[in-house]
Structure formats: structure tokens, C-alpha cells
């Protein structure tokens, strides 16, 4: 069987060689010695006139801009989209190069491809390439039927004739039968070749968080399938500090950047990266951290670390910023046109960064919002921003309730945790129903994380 040719992550990295990750390579058998060797094929850097840094897609010679635009987090106000300003961003990031835009059926309450397809549609159609996704997590959307009308649904809302970029979406979270479930049983994986064959979807590929077990099962059905390219979390944190735990499948859930990089780029699939901010940690360091990365390159933001980082391994196609404000679009623009890949020193200090976020006991959460709603109104996400900014502060957590000033430091995380969020908000109305947990690609215990801040609450 293709599943018992699977090799241990760690020692398929060693074996690989790949230390740093920073190339691209095949394998072929030398003519003489008949030994297996890597021939690098990086993906090749462009700049074009507005000096964006452009990734030539080693399959399609798409020119694709390095930082993409992620559409899972765009300006709106109680959860109603401005357009106006959607329209504002986008033509801006067309303006200024950027031209890779993702999105999925089920951002923003099911809005996102709408309000995406109205701001590109006014936009030459040359201009950029569109992402989505087939997002039929719910057991009632595995119909063929269902998933079919999802599909097609997507070139409605956004406006288009062919979809650039096709993902199987959150591969990963259903265990190691979710092909089968989601895409075999029902047709849809031959449905989607044969819709790839025909034109209608230039590159098909598959978003992957949770299980590895079910990353290794997808891509060993790489020859059957052809993987155009790969979504993977990857970030200067992740490739070191990846969580490896068993989940509730047997396998093992985690996001370890370093062996899912390393395996696409073997087999000379490329990546596109999410959460390259960690769902913004990584814009927002814990204050010694950020010292050390300013004292390095002043005038630059902490956020332009990550994205300098990721743009460093060739085998990346594009990097996705989910921005929600002009000034964070400009920043990143700023970061790619063009990009300065980070020196040994630098990812050496970016290592030892690295090294002191994960030393914290932060939460994981990648404000993705796919827990949400929760029944009973707990804002989940801000929960966590919350939490996570005030261990960047040093405020929170304490070494223990010994700690002398510990009922100090309890009241200013409570006054500040107050005026964050409203009462309806907050996690003291968690009633631990776990509604939330099967939604969440992080795997995260979430009413686990939610006591440690009641706790604090209660204090």
C-alpha cells in the first residue's frame, strides 16, 4: 500500500536534507552511479514595473505576486462588509502589483466571494488570479448535489468564467477517511479533474490543517490527482515550535511547517502560505522580542519580518495577508516591492525570536473565526486576542498565584479585559457545550483555554 511507504517527518527531513528549506528540488538517478540525487528547480523571481516581487509558477508560468490577498478578514462593521472600502483596497493592490486574491464560501458569513467578485470585476480580467474554495465541511454539503451547487455557486458570486486557483478546503480535521467522504465517495474529485481538464479551473489544490496523517494520504495520491499546489500555515514560529500531539483520530495533529515544506517542495508542488502572521501574533510581539528585531532594522515593522521570512523559500508561490486596513496593505506592499530576503544572520535571529514567542503559553488561535457563533455569545477570537496581547505585555500569565504581585496584575488584565469586551462577550459565558471544538482547524481545547482566563476573572 502507497500509506506504508510513509516515513517518519523527522527522518524524511534528514534524509531530504533540506536544513533550511530553502530550495526547491526534485529527485533524479544520476546516469553513472544510479543514486538518487535533487536537482533544484526554484521558482523564479520577477520584478515588474511597481517593483512587487512576482513568483513565476513553475507549472503555468503564472506571474503571480508574492503577497496575495487574503479575503477572510475585510473591513466591515457588525459583520456587514463596506464594499466601498473593499473596492478602495483591492484597486489599490491591483494599483501597486498585487494580484493573487483568495477567498471561500464561507468567509464572512458566506460573503466574501460576493464582495470579492464586485471589486474585481471592475478590474481587467488579466489583472489577477482568483482563489476559492469547495468548503463542504458539513456532513450535509457531501452530496454531490450539494458540493456541485457550491461550486458552481462560486463562479456566480465571483463573477468569472474560470477559477485560477481550486482548493479542497481545511483538509485534515475529519481524519484519515475525509477523500473518501468528502470528495471520492460522491464523485466530486473525478467531477473536479474533469472541470480541470475542461478549463474551468486552471490549478487544483488542497488547504491542509490538523491531521499529517491525511496530508501524507493526499499527497500520496499526488499521481492519480495531480496537485497543482498546496495551502499550508507556515511561519517563522510554526517551523520550530510545531505542537505535536494525537487527536482524537489517532493521528497526529500539528502544524509543522518545516515537514510539510520540505515534502511539497520534493515533490516539486508549489506552496501557498497562510497565517504567516499567526492570525497577527506575529505582528505583534512580545516587547523584548520586538526590540531585538527593531534594534536590527529600524524603520522596518515587526510584521515585515514574517513576511520577509516567507518569502525567503523559493518554493513558495505566494504568501496570503488576510488585511482588513489600508495601512497594513501598504506596509506589506511596501515589504514585497521588492522583497529583501532575509540574510543567515537574520534567520538566525528570527530563530532565537522564535525560541522566546513559544516560551509563553499563548493560544494558538489564528483568528480564523470558524468557531463562531458560539451559542451562547462568547466572542471566541477576541477572548484570545485579548489573552495572547497581554502575555506580550508581560502581564499575564504569572508564575503561579505566589507570585507577589499577582492580585496586581490579576485587576489591570480584569480592567483592561472589561473595556475589551462586553459582558456578552466575555469568557465567563462559556457553558463548555464543545460545540466549538469540531470547528476549529487549530484544534485548539477551546473551553479548556476559556477557564484560564475565567479563572483570572475570578481572581
Known sequence: MEEKKIINRREFIKRLGLVGGATAATMFLDPVTSVAK????????????????????????????????????????????????????????????????????????????TATGIALKR???????????????????????????????????????????????????????????????????????SERSKGHIRNLGFSYHGDVKVFDKFLSMHKKYHWDFVQIQMNYVDWRHASITKNDWGGESDGDAEYLYNKLTKMNIPVVIMEPLRGGRLANVPEDVAANL????????????????CGTYPNVLTALSGMSREEHLQDNIKTFSPLEPCTESENALLA???????????????????????????????NFAYYNGQIDKRIIPLPGKQAKDYAERAAEFKDGFHKALTTQEDASRCRDCGVCLAKCPQKIRIPNQLQRIKEILNA
Open 123 to 193: 478590474h481587467d480580467r488579466s489583472k489577477f488570479f482568483v482563489a476559492t474554495k469547495l468548503s463542504n465541511f458539513d456532513k450535509r454539503t457531501w452530496t454531490r448535489e450539494a458540493s456541485e451547487k457550491m461550486y458552481h455557486d462560486s463562479f456566480k458570486n465571483l463573477q468569472v468564467d474560470v477559477i485560477d486557483y481550486y482548493l479542497l478546503h481545511s483538509i485534515g480535521g475529519n481524519g484519515e477517511n475525509e477523500l473518501k467522504e468528502r470528495f471520492e465517495d460522491n464523485g466530486m474529485m473525478d467531477f473536479l479533474v
Open 38 to 113: 535533487n536537482v533544484i528547480t526554484p521558482m523564479k523571481d520577477v520584478k515588474g514595473e511597481n517593483k512587487m516581487t512576482y513568483r513565476v509558477n513553475r507549472n503555468t508560468n503564472d506571474k503571480v505576486s508574492l503577497l496575495g490577498f487574503g479575503m477572510m478578514r475585510l473591513p466591515s462593521e457588525n459583520k456587514v462588509i463596506n464594499q466601498n472600502e473593499v473596492n478602495r483596497m483591492v484597486d489599490y493592490a491591483i494599483a501597486n502589483g498585487v494580484n493573487y486574491f483568495d477567498t471561500a464560501p464561507v468567509y464572512h458569513g458566506g460573503k466574501s466571494e
Open 352 to 382: 532565537q525570536a522564535a525560541d522566546l514567542i513559544e516560551g509563553y503559553p499563548t493560544v494558538p488561535c489564528t483568528q480564523c473565526n470558524y468557531c463562531m457563533p458560539c451559542p451562547f455569545g462568547v466572542d471566541i477570537p477576541k
Open 294 to 309: 527593531k534594534k536590527a532594522r529600524p524603520e522596518d515593522s515587526i510584521a515585515s519580518w514574517a513576511f520577509r521570512w
